[in-house]
């Protein structure tokens, strides 16, 4: 869904150590009244908790750690075998299955700029050059449609595809962003998916929760019963709108 990343798609200003807390302290997600009893839990992850007292550098350097560590990877895939399980299990007793997959730290990952610009962000500057000793500008960096696939999500999903089960991506990405947003799906190995929402381009809100669960509602009013909603960021999840939620890591960046 981004300095850090609130301002990504929301032009809001962010410090990374309250971020890190934030995140830290944010409890998950309460799912539906009616599925809460068999929705399984998330997997606790390793995530850094902020050093006090607070200083910007350590926290940078616990960010590094803990991604590079490969702990990041294997909280990402403890989540996903979970929510695989569970939906592989839940789409042979629902009619029209449907699970939705948030984009950016969530199906891409956008790491090589939160270490080429240090954790900053730079929406509007004017290349992406990585490595180089400017700042990569995020929307250029959007623009090259080169961010990775976050494996053990393409695993998640060629094993929904290959049980038929739609995927529907719902991202803060602007409609201008589009098309590469496309480009670079594919690219990364997403092929065969249901449909992509994008974020208006003139849609000023403060949180992107609204435009996310008006999308997912949209899907259940074609039919479909959204058995699986996962992402990296509350506002991916919160609303409701979907039986069981599935929230991946992310302490690098936070958007209402």
Request: net charge neutral; with cysteine.
């Amino acid at each position: 869904m981004t300095g850090l990343a609130s301002a990504r798609h929301l032009g809001l200003p962010a410090a990374l150590g309250v971020l890190l807390v934030l995140q830290a302290c944010t409890p998950q997600p309460p799912q539906t009244a009616a599925t809460a009893t068999s929705c399984p839990p998330v997997p606790a992850d390793h995530a850094p908790v902020a050093e006090k007292p607070l200083n910007l550098d350590k926290v940078k350097k616990q960010l590094r750690e803990y991604h590079n560590s490969n702990l990041y990877d294997a909280d990402l895939a403890a989540t996903l075998v979970v929510a695989g399980a569970y939906a592989n299990g839940r789409s042979r007793n629902v009619t029209k299955p449907a699970v939705v997959l948030d984009i950016d730290e969530t199906s891409l990952s956008n790491w090589p700029t939160f270490v080429a610009d240090d954790f900053g962000f730079f929406p509007k500057a004017a290349a992406c050059n990585i490595p180089s000793n400017e700042a990569c500008g995020f929307n250029k960096w959007i623009d090259m449609a080169v961010a990775p696939a976050i494996p053990p999500t393409l695993t998640f999903f060629n094993d929904l595809k290959s049980k038929q089960v739609p995927v529907f991506f719902i991202t803060g990405r602007r409609h201008s962003q589009r098309a590469v947003t496309i480009r670079n799906l594919q690219a990364a190995g997403f092929e065969g998916w249901a449909r992509l929402d994008t974020r208006p381009d003139d849609d000023t809100a403060p949180s992107i929760q609204a435009f996310k669960t008006g999308k997912r509602q949209e899907i259940e009013r074609e039919g479909y019963t959204i058995i699986a909603n996962i992402g990296d960021q509350q506002s991916d999840l919160e609303g409701g709108s979907a039986e069981c939620t599935f929230k991946l890591p992310n302490p690098f960046y936070f958007i209402p």
